[in-house]
C-alpha cells in the first residue's frame, strides 16, 4: 500500500542568519523529573537553612555559566559573563530570602522571586524584556541544582537536526554544535536577541518569531531558508537537496572573500568588528577586518561590584588595543560605559527606573557622576599612548548638541578623536549640527529601530516594526549619511544593519563609509559589495527609501541587485 507524503507547509518568521539547512526536527524540552521534584518536597523547613541551598546552588550555576564564558569569545562570552551576574543579583536572592522567612517552600519562593522580577522586566520593555527570558532558565537551573538533578540544556542532537525551541538561553545557544545544530528556529525573539546574536557568530542559519514552530513534531524533515525567514516542512528531498548544495557553494565562495572592503568600481568601504574583550579583538585580526568600529567597554565590567581604578582599565583598555587589527588605515573605536537598560552594571547603573530603555544609561550616566566618564577617558588616552594604536572614543544616547559639544571637549583634551553614537532620533535629525562639533558619527540601528518606531526590539509580536528595514528607519540613515557627506567627516553603522550583506549595500548607497559587525559577518558583507558597483549600491538606496515595508524594501533591492 503505498501512503501518500505530507503535504508541504511553509512556516515563517523573522530572517536573522542567511543560508539553507535541511534535517529532521528536534524540539526543545526543557522540563525538569517530576520524580525529582516530589523527592525533594518543600525542601528544608529552616528558612537560613533553605537559603544556605539556594546559595549553593547560585554558586554552581553562576560558576558554569562564567565557565562556558572563559571558553567562548565575541558575543557567546559577553551574554554568558552577563547571565552569570543575573545568577547572583542581589535583589534576587533579596526577594528569595523575604519568601523563605515568610514560610513558603524553598521552590515556591524561587519561582515566585523570579516572577516577581520577570513582570518587572516585561513590564519595563525595552530590552530589559529580553532579561525575563534569561531569569526563566535561570529559574530552571537553580530548581534542578536544588532538587539535586542536571541542569537542563539542549540536547545533543543523535544526528545533524534542525533545532526548535520557544526560546533558547545564552547558555544554550553558546555551546550549539554547528556540525551537529544544522539550523535554529524559535517561535520568539527578534533579530537582536541574545538568540540571533550568537546564532550569526556561530553562522548557524537561523529564522526567529515562527508561530507553531513548536507544535511541529520531532522528527519531521524540514528547510530552514535563513535569509528569507522560511521553515519549510516536508519539502521535496531532492529539491531540498540541490538547494542545501547551493547554498553551502555560496557560502563557500563568501568565505574565500579577503578584503579590503571596497565595490566592484573600486570605492573603500571600511568594515571594521564589534569587539567585547582582546579575545574578541585578537579574532577579528585573524580575518579580513580593518579595525574595530565598536569596543564595547561596559562588557567588561559586568561582574564588577566597584568601578575599576583607572590602572585596571587602562590594562584593559590596552590588551584590547594590542590585540585588534593593525594595517594601514586602521583603527579602534571605544565607546564608553553603555550602562543601564539590559547591561545593568553595580557601579553605574540607576536603580528603580520604571523604563530603563528610555533613563539614565549610556553618556547620561555622566550627568550625575562626571567623575565616572572622567576616569574611563583618562584610561582609554593612556592605553592610546601605551600602545600607539589611533584610538577614536565615541559617547553612547547623544542627544543633543551641547552634549556632543561638551563631550568632545573631553575627549579633544586627551588628544583623541571624538565621535558620537546616532541611536536616538533627534541625533540624526542634527546629525548636520552634531558634526559641527564631532569628528565622525556612528549608527547603532539596533537602539535607532526601536526609538524609531517605538516598539520594543523584543517583542516578537512587533518583529515587523523592529526591523532596520524600515523606510522610516532608513530615512533617518540617509539624513545622516548626507550630513556626513556635507561636513567631509565619516559615518559609520555599527548595529546588527551593517552584518546583512544586503542592507549593506543599501547603506553603501546612502552614503555609509564604514560597517562595524561581527567577525563572522565580514566575509560575506565584503564579498557582496566586491560584485555591486556604487551606482548599483545607489539605485538600491533609492528602492528601499521608496517601499512601503520592510518586505517590500528587501524585494526591491534584491531586484535591483540581481539585474
Not at 46 to 55: F, M, R, V
Not at 103 to 127: K, Y
Not at 321 to 332: D, F, N, S
Not at 531 to 556: G, H, K, N, V
Request: some cysteine.
Amino acid at each position: 500500500m503505498v501512503t501518500d507524503a505530507p503535504a508541504p507547509q511553509l512556516l515563517t518568521g523573522t530572517p536573522v542568519v542567511p543560508g539553507t539547512a535541511l534535517g529532521p526536527v528536534l524540539v526543545v524540552a526543557r522540563d525538569l523529573d517530576p520524580a525529582a521534584v516530589a523527592a525533594y518536597g518543600s525542601g528544608p523547613a529552616d528558612p537560613a537553612e533553605a537559603l544556605a541551598d539556594y546559595d549553593a546552588a547560585v554558586a554552581l550555576v553562576a560558576g558554569g555559566f562564567e565557565a562556558k564564558a572563559a571558553r567562548a569569545s565575541g558575543a557567546a562570552a559577553e551574554v554568558l559573563t552577563a547571565s552569570a551576574g543575573l545568577v547572583r543579583d542581589r535583589g534576587l536572592r533579596g526577594a528569595v530570602r523575604k519568601r523563605l522567612t515568610a514560610g513558603e517552600p524553598a521552590l515556591d519562593a524561587l519561582r515566585g522571586a523570579v516572577a516577581q522580577f520577570v513582570t518587572a522586566f516585561t513590564d519595563m520593555g525595552g530590552l530589559m524584556a529580553e532579561r525575563a527570558t534569561d531569569l526563566l532558565d535561570i529559574e530552571q537551573r537553580l530548581r534542578a541544582r536544588l532538587v539535586g538533578q542536571p541542569e537542563p540544556g539542549v540536547p545533543a542532537p543523535e544526528v545533524p537536526s534542525i533545532l526548535v525551541a520557544e526560546d533558547l538561553a545564552p547558555a544554550d545557544t553558546a555551546g550549539l554544535d554547528p556540525a551537529r545544530v544544522l539550523g535554529l528556529v524559535t517561535e520568539r525573539g527578534g533579530k537582536t536577541s541574545h538568540t540571533a546574536i550568537i546564532a550569526r557568530q556561530l553562522g548557524i542559519p537561523c529564522v526567529v518569531g515562527v508561530a507553531g514552530a513548536l507544535g511541529v513534531p520531532t522528527g519531521t524533515l524540514a528547510l530552514v531558508v535563513g535569509e528569507r525567514g522560511e521553515l519549510e516542512l516536508h519539502p521535496d528531498p531532492a529539491d531540498a537537496a540541490a538547494r542545501v548544495e547551493a547554498s553551502a557553494q555560496e557560502r563557500a565562495r563568501l568565505a574565500a572573500w579577503s578584503g579590503p572592503g571596497v565595490t566592484a568600481d573600486g570605492v573603500a568601504v571600511r568594515l571594521v568588528a564589534n569587539v567585547a574583550d582582546a579575545a574578541s579583538a585578537a579574532e577579528a585580526a585573524a580575518g579580513p577586518a580593518e579595525g574595530v568600529g565598536l569596543f564595547r567597554t561596559e562588557l567588561c565590567f559586568l561582574n564588577r561590584q566597584t568601578e575599576p581604578t583607572v590602572a585596571e582599565q587602562t590594562d584593559i583598555y590596552a590588551d584590547v588595543l594590542a590585540a585588534a587589527p593593525a594595517g594601514e588605515g586602521a583603527y579602534v573605536v571605544v565607546r564608553t560605559l553603555d550602562a543601564g537598560s539590559d547591561k545593568p552594571i553595580a557601579f553605574a547603573t540607576h536603580a528603580g527606573e520604571e523604563n530603563p530603555a528610555l533613563g539614565v544609561r549610556g553618556l547620561r550616566l555622566s550627568f550625575d557622576d562626571p567623575g565616572l566618564l572622567e576616569r574611563q577617558l583618562d584610561a582609554v588616552a593612556a592605553a592610546a599612548r601605551r600602545t600607539a594604536v589611533p584610538t577614536w572614543v565615541m559617547a553612547p544616547m547623544v542627544a543633543t548638541v551641547a552634549e556632543a559639544r561638551d563631550f568632545a571637549a573631553a575627549v579633544h583634551a586627551r588628544g583623541l578623536k571624538a565621535g558620537a553614537m546616532v541611536e536616538v532620533p533627534a541625533a540624526a535629525l542634527l546629525a548636520h549640527r552634531l558634526l559641527e562639533v564631532v569628528d565622525f558619527l556612528s549608527l547603532g540601528t539596533n537602539d535607532l529601530t526601536q526609538y524609531t518606531m517605538a516598539a520594543d526590539r523584543m517583542a516578537t509580536d512587533l518583529a515587523h516594526l523592529t526591523d532596520p528595514w524600515q523606510p522610516a528607519v532608513l530615512q533617518l540613515i540617509a539624513i545622516t549619511a548626507e550630513a556626513g557627506r556635507q561636513a567631509r567627516k565619516p559615518v559609520g553603522v555599527c548595529g546588527e544593519a551593517a552584518a546583512d550583506p544586503l542592507l549593506a549595500c543599501v547603506l553603501v548607497g546612502l552614503g555609509i563609509t564604514s560597517l562595524s559587525m561581527a567577525t563572522a559577518a565580514i566575509r560575506p558583507v565584503g564579498a557582496r559589495l566586491a560584485a555591486t558597483t556604487l551606482a548599483q549600491c545607489e539605485e538600491a538606496a533609492e528602492a528601499a527609501l521608496a517601499a512601503d515595508d520592510p518586505a517590500a524594501a528587501r524585494a526591491a533591492v534584491a531586484a535591483v541587485l540581481a539585474g
